[in-house]
């Protein structure tokens, strides 16, 4: 069987990889095709698009670089015409791969389209749900709420399991019987993870180094998290001596508290069991209460941890909110408050238990080859 596969972040390359892996256990003839990254490449595909060219968020961001955006689908496009794949995945990146699911359905009605992963509608932009539902056979979803969300419409979606609790329970278990005392290594440590994309770091990093510096002294080391595809250089100009890493999972598991941007990272901050604040930069956020805020987004939370436990597990510190005397604050309640900090790691424990432990790659290949 022949596979196309559209994944335009770092997250979506990895979640992307993971399930060709489960595809080519069950399937070894398979042969893949699509946009997506090096980790994609590794397992076979024949990749046309790099994600790091596709990367673009924000309104302003996505209409600077609009020609780019627009050679991509293109490029996208011309592929499927000449690949004909039996089935089409699709993986988050919703803006652009809607148009794509919809150019498949007109000129590849054969082909059978899937959406893994799908956009977080349920936070935001919720009328994409039926957009989803039209032009997909089938959704396959990694939050346990998301069927009832679905379902809400007249539409189905199965959970497949969390691809995120999947590997940090492989982290886990490779981590505890190499290093049983892992937890003690560098409890000195405040990890700061400023995101994937160049402009969340640009706009993210600066404040998040401040506040960290403030409350560190003597007493911490800071270590910065580099994100893929992004080279060391990026960074050096915002350090004065901190560390930098490309093993975040590692990095987590030895720090005392954590600082990071919004995101699938705040979930795997929470899953490894280390106490973070999240943030996140808004671009004109003095706005976003009165009205960017009731438009767009349906929800009491904006951070996944807070989604799935349906309370504050985590300071999320958007918009306004995102100063660095409210990270230092909160960096300094994380490191010293000891029932804080148990409190927190308690609530990371009933989300686990929440999310469950299916396999989400193996369960989505299974669903998708008993179709075929």
């Not at 671009?283 to 960017?292: A, F, N, Q, R, V």
């Amino acid at each position: 069987m022949k596979y196309f596969i559209i994944a335009g972040e770092a997250s979506g390359d990895l979640h992307g990889s993971n399930l060709m892996k489960a595809l080519r256990a069950k399937d070894p003839q398979a042969v893949f095709v699509g946009l997506g990254g090096d980790k994609m490449r590794a397992e076979g595909c024949d990749i046309r698009v790099d994600y790091r060219d596709m990367a673009y968020m924000g309104f302003v961001a996505v209409i600077a670089n609009l020609h780019k955006v627009r050679r991509n689908l293109r490029t996208a496009q011309q592929a499927m015409l000449s690949e004909q794949p039996d089935t089409l995945i699709l993986i988050d990146y919703p803006s652009f791969n809607l148009r794509i699911a919809k150019f498949c359905r007109k000129h590849l009605p054969h082909t059978r389209i899937v959406y893994y992963i799908p956009p977080k509608i349920w936070a935001w932009k919720e009328w994409r749900v039926h957009s989803i539902a039209k032009y997909c056979d089938e959704i396959l979803g990694i939050f346990p709420f998301e069927p009832a969300f679905y379902a809400k419409y007249g539409y189905k979606c199965r959970y497949v399991g969390n691809p995120t609790a999947d590997s940090i329970r492989t982290f886990n278990t490779t981590l505890h019987h190499s290093t049983p005392h892992y937890t003690t290594l560098h409890n000195s440590t405040i990890a700061l993870l400023p995101g994937s994309r160049r402009s969340e770091i640009s706009h993210c990093l600066p404040i998040m180094l401040a506040a960290a510096r403030q409350v560190a002294g003597n007493q911490y080391r800071i270590v910065v998290t580099a994100a893929p595809g992004i080279e060391d250089a990026f960074y050096h100009p915002y350090l004065q001596g901190e560390e930098l890493t490309r093993d975040t999972y590692t990095l987590l598991s030895q720090a005392r508290a954590a600082v990071v941007n919004s995101g699938t990272a705040t979930l795997e901050t929470a899953l490894i069991g280390c106490p973070q604040t999240a943030v996140y930069h808004v671009t004109g956020s003095k706005y976003l209460e009165w009205l960017i805020k009731p438009i767009l987004f349906k929800i009491k939370h904006f951070t996944l941890v807070n989604i799935i436990a349906g309370k504050e597990v985590i300071k999320e510190l958007v918009g306004q909110k995102f100063t660095t005397s409210n990270i230092e604050k909160e960096l300094s309640i994380l490191l010293n408050d000891e029932p804080y900090r148990a409190h927190m790691q308690s609530d990371y424990k009933a989300i686990q238990h929440i999310l469950g432990d299916e396999p989400a790659p193996m369960n989505a290949a299974q669903i998708i080859l008993s179709k075929l």
